[in-house]
């Protein structure tokens, strides 16, 4: 659940939590509104644990395995996430690329990007054609990254 609101909430697309129906997987909504039947897990709710819905659940497990990495970059949910990334730093500062990085990791990471992470997410962005997909993909990485996904 921390995985999937932090990468709703980064992307600027997390909607407030209110007292409402449950929702489908696919909404913005906090995982905590999510629906939960039993027949049909939800993908990535059911890949990082949650419970089974059929028992009393009073200690959750807690595993890491490479199914869950496989669906955090493999998944098309997971790149929609990083193109609404792109969109909100790129909107952020349209001026400039390297402002518009340096919120991008603001947003992800909560701290501007080293030196050296700026120059590489710099020349990634400028090299070639497909401005829009590179923008992407970058975004992409800091969602799928260590740093995001695990507290340290």
């Known amino acids: 659940e921390q995985i999937r609101d932090g990468m709703l909430a980064v992307s600027g697309e997390l909607q ?6 449950s929702v489908n997987g696919d909404h913005p909504a906090p995982s905590i509104m999510v629906k939960k039947i ?5 993908e990535w709710l059911d890949a ?19 199914l869950q990495s496989l669906l955090v970059v493999n998944s098309p949910w997971s790149l929609d996430r990083a ?3 792109a969109r909100r730093a790129r909107a952020a500062a349209p001026e400039s690329d390297k402002v518009a990085l ?12 080293e030196p050296d992470e700026l120059a590489w997410a710099l020349n990634f962005v400028d090299a070639g054609k497909h401005r829009d997909e590179r923008w992407i993909d970058l975004c992409h990485v800091l969602l799928c990254s260590t740093e995001f996904i695990y507290v340290d």
């Open 102 to 113: 340096g919120q991008a990791f603001r947003y992800a990471y909560a701290r501007d990007p």
């Open 83 to 85: 193109a609404a990334l």
């Open 48 to 66: 990082f644990d949650a419970p089974d819905m059929f028992n009393s659940c009073a200690r959750r497990f807690v595993t890491t395995t490479p």
């Open 38 to 42: 039993r027949n049909q897990p939800d």
């Open 16 to 21: 407030p939590y209110r007292s409402q129906p």
